[in-house]
Structures are given as structure tokens and as C-alpha cells.
């Protein structure tokens, strides 16, 4: 059969886009980079008004030499919807001189990206794209053919929880960066407060920094929070503990200490479903019996590419395969719920939160 034969050269052509498309996609990751680096959002949140390209390389002190690459930088970031373009009235000069000009303006991506803000999401970015923590993706293929290894372990000579007690300042990025996603949670958790009601007491198993702790501590004030993660991981927290916020080191594998609820916020997508199944057998074990409340709750991601519309599916797969350098996966409901009747729970209930997010409520 003749490849191809039949189809109509526009048809072929969408298809030569399409390859394209997804072989350069790197380069959007690389302006996001970009422009991170040289802090645009900040500035034109300090600019505090829309931004022109000539104020924007004079702020930079962009070299002649480069202001063409600072305007093709924003032209493909507008296009990617990271700022609006708009005009704007120069007032220089006084009425009669007033010049239509073309600015900049910050849309709610880039306002995410505002250094400094409640819910900026810059460390995350600088974690993901970080080319220790990105170019393992370029072995997928030896991976592959690998019978035991991980991508870690190939890419970074171990595992990724291993690298990092090992290279303390990538450590501190990538607690900065999960906390950074943690602070986006609470925009939704908001809406889900009726399962910490009544509760005396949690712990947030591979809490890291303790940022959702906090949340759910600041919510709760009456509720005790003990964050729980490796023991050179919350070596670094221990002077932010609170009255009701403490840090417990330890392993998951070993023993989770007690409470009435054992929190899992991206934690079993980092594993493959023999340990997952471990980890929530510690879990069920560390749900306390002197409570009805007693349950495990887990935010992480459900991939539902019948009900989620496409972008949002293309988000998760893509994480699925970040995941894949640790053996760890996306999962589906039935996946999910395989993982829970195997380590023993009775019944479970999965409530989308707004955004990439579901909060599963299990019940032992
Ligand atoms: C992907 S991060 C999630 C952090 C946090 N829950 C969040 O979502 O922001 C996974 C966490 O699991 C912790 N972790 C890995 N292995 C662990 C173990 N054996 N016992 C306890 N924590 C562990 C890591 O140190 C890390 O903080
Ligand atoms: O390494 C990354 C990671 C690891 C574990 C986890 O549960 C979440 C994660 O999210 C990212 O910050 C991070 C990562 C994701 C995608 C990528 O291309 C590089 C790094």
C-alpha cells in the first residue's frame, strides 16, 4: 500500500504542521524560560500599566543588538496567550501629540508568574525546566530498552528523592516548586472544607515544606497537623513548626505516624502500584481507631479524557510521562480503585477540584 496515496496535499500538509508542531513544542518551554528569566511579568506588574516594547528593553538594558529577539520573544509569548497586546495613547508631548502605540499586557498566565505574589507559580516552572530535572527526557528511548532501571537512574545515576538529598540547593527548588503547586490547591480546597470538618488531627504524608499543612491548619485552627517526609527533608522545616504544625522525619515504607486523617497530596503518582499499594497500607494502618471520622485523603491527578476537555487531558498525559522517570504514573478511576481495594479500603469518593486536580476521599 502506497503511504499516504489518496490523501490531499492540504491533508498532508496539517500532518507536516502537526509533526512540527510537537517537535518544536520545546521552544515554547524555552521562551517560558526566557522570559522568567529576564522577570517580564514582574516588571510589567511593576510598570503598572501595559508596557511597551520600548520601555520594556529600556527597563531590561537590551542591547541594540537584541531588541529584535525581546520583540520576537513577546510576539510568540502574546500568541501563546501569555500577554495581550493593546493599544495604548502616548501622552508624551501633550494633547495634540498624542501617538497610538502598541503595549503589553499581563494575562492571568503571566500574573502567575508575578515573582513574589500568593499564587506565583515561577518556582515550579524553574524546578521543571531546569535541564538536570529535564534533559533525563532525552533517554527515554535508551530507557526503554533498559530492563531495570528508571530514568533517574539512568539520567541522574539514582533515584530522584536519592539525587536530591544529595544536591541540597536542587532540593530547596524542588520543595520551593511543589510548594509553589501546593498554594494553588487552596483555591479550590476552599470549596471542599467539609471533609477536614470535625477532625482532631492529620498528617501529610511526603508533606515537604508543609505548605498544604498550612493551609488546612490555617483553615482548621483546632486541628493538629503533623507533616511527615523524609528525614533530611524536614531537617530544613523544623524551625517553622506552630502550635497545631509539627514536622516528623521518617519513611512512608516504614510507618506513618497516627492520625485521624493521612493526607497524600502527589504522592502515588510518583510510584508504581506495588509500592503504592505499601504506602497505603501504612496508611490504612496509621488511620486512627478512635475515630469514625478515620480516612485517607489523596489530591493528585484522574486522568478522564472522556470528561476533561482536551487541554486539560494533554496536561495530564504529559505529566504521566514526567512520571515515567520514576516509575510513577498518571491514573485513571478504575485505576485508582484497584490500588484501594488491594491495600484494603472499603469504599472510596472522588470529588474534581477546579483546575488539574481531584481530592479522593478513602475510607477504611
Ligand atoms: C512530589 S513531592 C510532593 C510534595 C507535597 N506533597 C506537595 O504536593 O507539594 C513528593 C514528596 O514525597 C517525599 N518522599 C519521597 N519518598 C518518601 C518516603 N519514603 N517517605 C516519606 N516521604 C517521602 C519527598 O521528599 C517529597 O517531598
Ligand atoms: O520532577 C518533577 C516532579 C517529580 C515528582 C512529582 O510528584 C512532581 C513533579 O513535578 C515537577 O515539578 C517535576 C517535573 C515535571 C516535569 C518535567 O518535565 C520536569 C520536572
Not at 244 to 265: C, H, Q, R, T, W
Not at 275 to 301: M, P, Q, R
Request: proline share 3%.
Amino acid at each position: 500500500m502506497d503511504l499516504l496515496s489518496g490523501r490531499k496535499a492540504n491533508e498532508i500538509f496539517e500532518g507536516q504542521v502537526h509533526v512540527y508542531k510537537h517537535m518544536y513544542a520545546y521552544l515554547d518551554s524555552m521562551c517560558l524560560k526566557w522570559c522568567i528569566e529576564l522577570e517580564i511579568p514582574t516588571i510589567i506588574y511593576n510598570h503598572e500599566k501595559p508596557i511597551t516594547l520600548h520601555e520594556l528593553i529600556s527597563i531590561l538594558q537590551v542591547p541594540p543588538s537584541k531588541i529584535s529577539g525581546v520583540e520576537r520573544l513577546m510576539r510568540h509569548l502574546s500568541h501563546n496567550g501569555f500577554f495581550d497586546i493593546v493599544t495604548i495613547h502616548d501622552d508624551d508631548g501633550g494633547d495634540e501629540n498624542k501617538e497610538k502605540k502598541e503595549a503589553y499586557a499581563l494575562t492571568i498566565a503571566s500574573e502567575l508568574l508575578v515573582k513574589g505574589t500568593e499564587y506565583c507559580l515561577t518556582p515550579m516552572a524553574k524546578c521543571g525546566l531546569n535541564p538536570l530535572m529535564s534533559s533525563s527526557f532525552n533517554l527515554l528511548g535508551k530507557w526503554t530498552l533498559e530492563k531495570n532501571l528508571t530514568l533517574s537512574e539512568i539520567s541522574l545515576g539514582t533515584n530522584l528523592w536519592d539525587f536530591l538529598s544529595k544536591n541540597p540547593s536542587i532540593l530547596t527548588s524542588f520543595n520551593e516548586s511543589m510548594a509553589s503547586d501546593s498554594q494553588m490547591v487552596k483555591l479550590a480546597l476552599k470549596d471542599h472544607s467539609a471533609v477536614f470538618e470535625g477532625l482532631e488531627s492529620i498528617v501529610d504524608v511526603g508533606g515537604g515544606n508543609g505548605t498544604i499543612s498550612k493551609i488546612i491548619s490555617d483553615m482548621f485552627p483546632k486541628l493538629k497537623c503533623i507533616v511527615f517526609d523524609l528525614p533530611h527533608v524536614v531537617e530544613n522545616f523544623s524551625g517553622t513548626t506552630s502550635n497545631n504544625l509539627s514536622f516528623v522525619g521518617g519513611d512512608m515504607f516504614n510507618y506513618i505516624p497516627e492520625a485521624d486523617v493521612v493526607l497524600l497530596k502527589w504522592i502515588l503518582h510518583d510510584w508504581d502500584d506495588e509500592h503504592c499499594v505499601k504506602i497505603l497500607k501504612k496508611c490504612k494502618d496509621a488511620i486512627s481507631k478512635n475515630t469514625k471520622e478515620g480516612k485517607a485523603i489523596i489530591i493528585d491527578f484522574v486522568i478522564n479524557e472522556k470528561q476533561d476537555e482536551f487541554g486539560l487531558t494533554q496536561m495530564k498525559l504529559r505529566m504521566d510521562i514526567a512520571m515515567t522517570s520514576m516509575n510513577g504514573k498518571e491514573r485513571s478511576e478504575e485505576e485508582f480503585n484497584k490500588l484501594f481495594l488491594e491495600a484494603g479500603f472499603q469504599d472510596y469518593k472522588i470529588f474534581p477540584l477546579t483546575g488539574m486536580y481531584s481530592l479522593i476521599v478513602v475510607y477504611p
